[in-house]
């Protein structure tokens, strides 16, 4: 019913850039907190960001922080992750998810994408 679509994965050298999007269909993304997460073959899942609704507070996980920025572009009904520095370690399948409040706890978000490759290797 409430869908969310990622794109922008692709790959990458060590040190380049990525620009993820994720995209609402069917409800205003702006109503909603909106986290990314992402997991590695073999390793848990890892929350990357959040951005709250309305306000647009943001949250870093620490391994990202600094190289990282998310943000909404209402216009759209998207939220943006860009990556910057992007290390051969930042290689996983990366999702998006919404939620009522902003966390990096999966269990928290009810609606999620199907996620985005992303891809760090020389």
């Known amino acids: 019913q409430l869908q969310l679509v990622e794109s922008g994965g692709g790959l990458v050298q060590p040190g380049g850039s990525l620009r993820l999007s994720c995209a609402a269909s069917?409800?205003?993304?702006?109503?909603?907190?909106v986290g990314w997460f992402r997991q590695a073959p073999g390793k848990e899942p890892e929350g990357v960001s959040c951005?709250?609704?309305?306000?647009?507070?943001?949250f870093y996980a620490g391994s990202v922080k600094g190289r990282f920025t998310i943000s909404r572009d209402n216009a759209k009904n998207t939220v943006s992750l860009q990556m910057n520095s992007l290390k051969p370690e930042d290689t996983a399948f990366y999702y998006c998810?919404?939620?009522?409040?902003?966390?990096?706890?999966?269990?928290?978000?009810?609606?999620w994408g199907q996620g985005t490759q992303v891809t760090v290797s020389s």
């Open positions: 998810a919404a939620a009522e409040g902003c966390s990096l706890i999966r269990a928290n978000f009810g609606s």
């Open positions: 069917g409800f205003t993304l702006d109503y909603y907190a």
């Open positions: 951005i709250s609704s309305y306000t647009d507070n943001t």
